[in-house]
C-alpha cells in the first residue's frame, strides 16, 4: 500500500512527550516559550502514522483484552519473537544471531544503563565521542561514573571523523572500562565505516575496554549510504550491540528495543549484573508484525526522509547559506552550524525558540565544550510543516545572511 506522509495529524492531547509536555520542555532548559504555536522538531520522533500491519497487531491484542504479564519466548514454544529478530538481521545486514544472544530491553537509554552498571563500577570511566546523545553524559553521571570523551574532529564542514591518537590515549587509560559507541551517530549523522569500527575495536580489546554500540538508527540511512553493526565487521569480542525498533518504524513509546551479546562472558556478566526486564503484549505484537511485515512502510518512509533532509538543505542553501551543514549518512537528524552568523549562542537561541517559536535542541546539550552555536533537528514530519518551520527560522536571520 501507499503511505501518505503529507498527511496533516494533530498530535496535540495525545500524551505526547513532543507536542504536549510544556512542562518537561521549560524544566529541561529546552525553551522559555512553548504554546499550541510551537513547531517542535527537536526530538527523535516521527510524525507519521505506523505500518499498518503494526496497527493490525495491536487491534489484535486489544481484541483479545486480556494483558497479563507477557514473555519472549525462544524457539520451540512456538512463539516467533526471536526468529523475527534474527530473519530482519540476517536479511538486511546479513548478520547471523542467534536467539539465545538476544535480550529485550525496554529502550536504548535503559539498555545503557544497564551496561554501564554490569560491566563498570562506580567512579570507573566510560568513553564517549562529543558531541553525542544527551542521555549517554546523564546515564553516565547519574550512576556516578566517569565521563571520558574523546571528542571526534570536525573538518570545518561538519564532517566528522574520531581522533584515533586520543581515543587509544583515552582507551589505554587503566579506568576507563567502557565505550559508548554511537554509530550511526547522533547527532551528526555520520555512518563510521568498516575501517574506522574495526580500529576502534582493536583499540579496545588491546586495553580490555568494552564496547555498547547503540546502533538504533541502523535501518534509518540515507540512500547513497550503507550501514554495517560492528560485530559484524570486527567480530564479537567485547561487543555489546544495541538495537531498537523504536526510532525504524516509530513505536518508542511501545518501548522495543533488544541487546544483542554474542560474546558468552559479556553475555555471563551482563545476565548475573543487569536487571531482568520484561515486554508487555503490545511491544511484542509490534516487533514481529514491524520485522515479519513492516519492510514496505520502511522503503517508504525512507524515501519520503530522504526528500525531507535534501529540501532542508537547499533551503539552508538558498535562504540561510551561513549555517553550514552535512548531509547526512543516516538518522533523520541536520546538525547545524550557526557559528559564522557572528551571533552569540544566547542571540541564536532566541531568534529559534522564542521568535521564530520553533524548537530544537542547542548544541551545548550534546557537547558541553564545543557545542556553543550549534543545534539539532528533526526531520520526520510533514514536508509542509518542515517548511514553515524553515521559514520562520529565516525570517529571523535575514540580517546576518
Known amino acids: 500500500m501507499k503511505y501518505d506522509f503529507d498527511e496533516v495529524i494533530d498530535r496535540h492531547n495525545t500524551f505526547s512527550m513532543k507536542w504536549d509536555c510544556r512542562g518537561f520542555h521549560v524544566t529541561l532548559g529546552l525553551t522559555e516559550r512553548f504554546d499550541e504555536d510551537t513547531i517542535p522538531i527537536h526530538t527523535a520522533d516521527m510524525d507519521f502514522r505506523c505500518a499498518k500491519p503494526i496497527q493490525d497487531a495491536l487491534q489484535k491484542v486489544v481484541d483479545h483484552n486480556i494483558y497479563g504479564y507477557t514473555g519472549t519466548f525462544l524457539p520451540g514454544y512456538g512463539m516467533c519473537y526471536y526468529e523475527a529478530i534474527t530473519g ?61 570523551n574523546s571528542p571526534l574532529i570536525n573538518d570545518g564542514s561538519g564532517y566528522y571523523t574520531v581522533d584515533f591518537d586520543d581515543f587509544e590515549r583515552k582507551a589505554a587509560d587503566a579506568n576507563t572500562k567502557l565505550f559508548l559507541l554511537c554509530n550511526p551517530h547522533n547527532p551528526t549523522g555520520r555512518i563510521f565505516t568498516d575501517e574506522e569500527l574495526r ?54 513509546g511501545l518501548q522495543a528495543s533488544n541487546i544483542v551479546i554474542q560474546d558468552p562472558e559479556l553475555f555471563r556478566i551482563y545476565r548475573e549484573r543487569a536487571s531482568h526486564i520484561t515486554p508487555n503484549p503490545f511491544t511484542v505484537a509490534a516487533t514481529v508484525a514491524a520485522y515479519n511485515e513492516g519492510q514496505e512502510w520502511l522503503d517508504q518512509v525512507n524515501e519520503y526522509l530522504d526528500g525531507n533532509i535534501d529540501f532542508a538543505l537547499d533551503f539552508f542553501k538558498k535562504h540561510m547559506p551561513k549555517v553550514k551543514i552535512r548531509r547526512p549518512d543516516g538518522t533523520y537528524i541536520l546538525w547545524m552550524d550557526f557559528r559564522d552568523t557572528g551571533l552569540s549562542p544566547e542571540e541564536i537561541h532566541k531568534r529559534i525558540y522564542v521568535q521564530a517559536n520553533v524548537m530544537l535542541e542547542g548544541g551545548p546539550q550534546f557537547d558541553p565544550e564545543r557545542g556553543a552555536g550549534f543545534e539539532r533537528m528533526c526531520v520526520p514530519t510533514r514536508r509542509s510543516l518542515l517548511k514553515e518551520a524553515l521559514e520562520r527560522i529565516a525570517a529571523q536571520f535575514t540580517d546576518v545572511m
Not at 540515507?222 to 525504524?248: D, M, Q, W, Y
Open 88 to 148: 530482519w538481521f540476517k536479511r538486511h545486514h546479513d548478520w547471523d544471531i542467534k536467539p539465545e544472544e538476544i535480550i529485550y530491553i525496554n529502550g536504548t537509554v535503559e539498555a545503557i544503563r544497564q551496561c554501564i552498571c554490569a560491566f563498570t563500577e562506580p567512579g570507573e570511566g566510560v568513553m564517549i565521542n562529543r558531541p553525542i546523545y544527551t542521555p549517554f553524559t546523564s546515564t553516565i553521571l547519574s550512576t556516578k561514573r566517569k565521563v571520558v
Open 199 to 252: 580500529r576502534m575495536a582493536e583499540i579496545c580489546r588491546r586495553h580490555g575496554v568494552v564496547i555498547a554500540s547503540d546502533e538504533i538508527h541502523g535501518d534509518l540511512i540515507r540512500k547513497e549510504s550503507v550501514f554495517h553493526p560492528i560485530a559484524k565487521v570486527a567480530g564479537t569480542k567485547g561487543i555489546v550491540s544495541l538495537t531498537s525498533l523504536n526510532k525504524t518504524f516509530n513505536i518508542a
